[in-house]
């Protein structure tokens, strides 16, 4: 995963954003940056606005990859080839994009067709946090997933001006 995390989220602009997807992953972007600048409890009380931004964000990283599918992939031919691959090498290297099926499409899941959240606020010595069951920075896989799908654009951009 660390090799998708490069360049400021909030300072790199990818020099060529053609793609429709690029505007749900902006919005994935404000929601990171509410999640890394705002407080989830207010003393020993749970503020609600996370659990506001976690749907809308979850659901937003999911709708990149709707808006690449659906929008995206109709624009051309070089698009639907280059946008198809990237699906197949999603589906076929399910380990390699670990951060899309364990990640953005259960949470997805979970919060659009059962509203259950896999975090959940935790309580600890250093202060509150928003963590999953297992202990890991749900926050912090939020921003992993926005990275990710910064790269995957990026490529994607890439490989359709290589073959246009």
């Given amino acids: 995963m ?3 995390v490069t360049g400021d989220i909030f300072e790199l602009q990818p020099p060529r954003q ?3 997807a690029w505007e749900p992953f902006w919005d994935c972007v404000t929601v990171l ?4 600048n705002s407080d989830v409890t207010d003393g ?3 503020l609600p ?3 506001l931004f976690w749907v809308a964000g979850v659901a937003l990283l999911r709708a990149v990859g709707h ?5 995206d992939a109709k624009v051309s031919p070089s698009h639907t080839e280059v946008i198809d691959s990237l ?3 999603l589906k076929t290297d399910r380990k390699e994009s670990m951060i899309f099926w364990d990640f953005i499409e259960k949470e997805r899941n979970n919060l659009l067709k059962t509203y259950s959240f896999g975090p959940r606020l ?10 999953f069951r297992d202990g890991s920075d749900a926050f912090e896989l939020y921003r992993q997933a926005v990275y990710w799908w910064r790269h995957q654009l990026m490529e994607l951009e890439q490989a359709i001006l290589l073959i246009e």
Avoid: H
């Avoid at 940056?33 to 890394?36: L, V």
């Fill in 122 to 131: 935790a309580l600890t010595p250093e202060g509150a946090c928003i963590e």
């Fill in 49 to 51: 606005e996370w659990r």
């Fill in 87 to 89: 699906w197949r090498r």
């Fill in 44 to 46: 020993d009380v749970e």
């Fill in 18 to 20: 053609t793609l429709t």
């Fill in 2 to 4: 660390s090799d998708y």
């Fill in 67 to 71: 808006v690449l599918a659906k929008v």
């Fill in 33 to 36: 940056f509410q999640f890394q």
